[in-house]
């Protein structure tokens, strides 16, 4: 049973940052591309970034670039999303996925495991 566990959200102010975690436990961390999602109160979960098995390639959001950055360290099991520059608009649940065929993926549908989610606030 694959299990995703997420950490690092919380409050901060716009213009700050934070950095999240997730720890995917069972399977081979290694052998999945993995990905950042988010919902906000009444819309739908999108698409934030996402990375490569091993690294090496990354995709973002149209809202994440060039202020966020996903990275992973598969010695660590462990997917990371930095967050700069956040915004008051960023305020969501965030969601650390496994994408299904080992591949880089925009799509929701094409994650099969989903962590809990964890909340960012950003205050103006």
């Known amino acids: 049973q694959v299990q995703l566990v997420e950490s690092g959200g919380g409050l901060v102010q716009a213009g700050g940052s934070l950095r999240l975690s997730c720890a995917p436990s069972g399977g081979t961390f290694s052998n999945y591309a993995m990905g950042w999602f988010r919902q906000a109160p009444g819309k739908e979960r999108e698409f934030v970034a996402t990375?490569?098995?091993?690294?090496?390639?990354?995709t973002y959001a149209e809202s994440a670039k060039g202020r966020f950055t996903i990275s992973r360290d598969n010695a660590k099991n462990t997917v990371y999303l930095q967050m700069n520059s956040q915004k008051p608009e960023d305020t969501a649940v965030y969601y650390c996925a496994r994408s299904l065929g080992g591949v880089i993926s925009r799509v929701k549908e094409e994650y099969d495991y989903w962590g809990q989610g964890t909340q960012v606030t950003v205050s103006s």
């Open positions: 990375i490569s098995r091993g690294g090496r390639t990354t």
